[in-house]
T-cell receptor
Framework: NAGVTQTPKFQVLKTGQSMTLQCAQDMNHNSMYWYRQDPGMGLRLIYYSASEGTTDKGEVPNGYNVSRLNKREFSLRLESAAPSQTSVYFC??????????????FGPGTRLTVT | LAKTTQPISMDSYEGQEVNITCSHNNIATNDYITWYQQFPSQGPRFIIQGYKTKVTNEVASLFIPADRKSSTLSLPRVSLSDTAVYYCLVGGISGSARQLTFGSGTQLTVLP
């Protein structure tokens, strides 16, 4: 049981390049999330997926797109990377939508640098 | 949005009890209070969650007064390995709300 896995662990992009961050969970969770964490700050929600087939914007969605490929996988895409997107990206999952008694399980993160 | 306020940092010594308080004055009726722990270069890890009064598990206790405008995470007999950032999270996603902001957290440093 690996929990939540993310690939890649590290990535360096040039401004304007695109890339997709992958996330998978093996806990049969319905809901999945993408966060970003800037240095010295807490996590901010980018997008979430309440269940397979649905996605919604979080607090900071601009510059990102997501795909809930199936129940296990939730990917985050940067179409045209900008230096302001330099951050650590965390994927998380939970049984149901987080907040009302459903804890989130987090992956190890992807450290992205945009030059 | 239930904004939370926590101390930026705290120091403690091994074996002491540590209490970290989080203020959340505009907590909504159906909001739960959840605490997470984060070590460097790792994702946050769930510690404890509660709605009111007191909750205890194998690693921590959570005290919530009757007005629910604050909560206190209590870590008994801390060790060096408890050095981490602790986040208080109030509320969650409901309807069209997108309220899962963790805030800046409290850096706990346990000294030998």
């Amino acid at each position: 049981n690996a929990g939540v896995t993310q690939t890649p662990k590290f990535q360096v992009l040039k401004t304007g390049q695109s890339m997709t961050l992958q996330c998978a969970q093996d806990m049969n969770h319905n809901s999945m999330y993408w966060y970003r964490q800037d240095p010295g700050m807490g996590l901010r929600l980018i997008y979430y997926s309440a269940s397979e087939g649905t996605t919604d914007k979080g607090e900071v969605p601009n510059g990102y797109n997501v795909s809930r490929l199936n129940k296990r996988e939730f990917s985050l895409r940067l179409e045209s990377a900008a230096p302001s997107q330099t951050s650590v990206y965390f994927c998380a999952s939970s049984t149901r939508l987080a907040g009302v008694s459903y804890e989130q399980y987090f992956g190890p993160g992807t450290r992205l640098t945009v030059t | 949005l239930a904004k939370t306020t926590q101390p930026i940092s705290m120091d403690s010594y091994e074996g002491q009890e540590v209490n970290i308080t989080c203020s959340h004055n505009n907590i909504a009726t159906n909001d739960y209070i959840t605490w997470y722990q984060q070590f460097p270069s790792q994702g946050p890890r769930f510690i404890i969650q509660g709605y009111k009064t007191k909750v205890t598990n194998e690693v921590a206790s959570l005290f919530i007064p009757a007005d629910r405008k604050s909560s206190t995470l209590s870590l008994p007999r801390v060790s060096l390995s408890d050095t981490a950032v602790y986040y208080c999270l109030v509320g969650g996603i409901s309807g069209s709300a997108r309220q899962l902001t963790f805030g800046s957290g409290t850096q706990l440093t346990v000294l030998p």
